[in-house]
């Protein structure tokens, strides 16, 4: 009988980083270290994977590699491929069942940590639960993660048994429907805010693989962002604050919106590309 073959992981990962390239992914070497690391240990850096170049790797594990590289290759999402993605201190769950988390996202969770002391935040639209997960684990909050896709509520469940964080609650409802009123400290959301127009022009890495409900707001941008807006006013507390993520090419429309609906103290905030990403309010101490 004769042996399997067995390759070095120095030379699997060339050939992964080969592969990529041919299929016209950038950084391909990194990508390539990505997929062994979070196949092999996810949470461990992709630096790891040159620990031990000449180790061989076994002929099952290698075709599980190049099966992984072959998906990322044709167009699958790094973050799909691999099964986590990265967001703030958390390694997180990843699939076509919620938005990937954008590291722009990020910024949003810091606005909010930075305003609100303590008490009851409701995620609205929470996806995989990134930001609410977040929140709970580095704030003195208890969080209530809403969305309406039983799909990412599912999803959201697991990245909250694996990142092992208790305040974090979930429910199933439309936007700010199962929030009580006058019952929270913050409302914070990262919403759907492309153009119909603008989602059906979208690349096909992002439009084939992540759900449409997450990103397609509407003939303006604005469907899902005003009903927000509007509906935030009856559960936020007086001087409870909004925290959303807007698109930066409608943040002065989206604040001008908000003002017009008796949101106060309005601002806009950039993200770490010094884009108008993010929008604040309070609801005022008279109403």
Known sequence: MVAELTVTRGVLLARGRSLLEAGGVDAARREALRVWSDLAAAGAPPSAAWIDAAAPVSPARAAEYLAAIDRRAAGEPLAHVTGWTGFRYLSLRADR??????????????????????????????????IGLSLASEGPYEVIGVDLSPEA?????????????????????????????DSLDALVSNPPYLTSEEYAALD??????????????????????????????????????????????RGGLTARHAAGLGWTDVTLHADLFGRERYLLARRSDAG
């Open 204 to 249: 096909p890495s992002v439009k084939s693989w992540e759900p449409a409900l997450a990103l397609d707001g509407g003939p303006d941008g604005l469907a899902t962002l005003g009903r927000l807006l509007a509906e935030a006013r009856r559960v936020v507390r007086r001087g409870g604050w909004l925290a959303l993520e807007v698109d930066a090419a």
């Open 153 to 181: 509520l599912a999803l959201a469940a697991e990245n909250r048994r694996i990142a092992a964080v208790a305040g974090l609650t979930l429910v199933r409802g439309d936007l700010c429907d199962p929030l009580r009123d």
């Open 97 to 130: 069942r919620a938005l990937i988390p954008r590291p722009e996202t990020e910024g949003l969770v810091d606005l909010v940590l930075a305003r609100v002391p303590r008490g009851r935040v409701a995620d609205v639209g929470t996806g995989t639960g990134c």
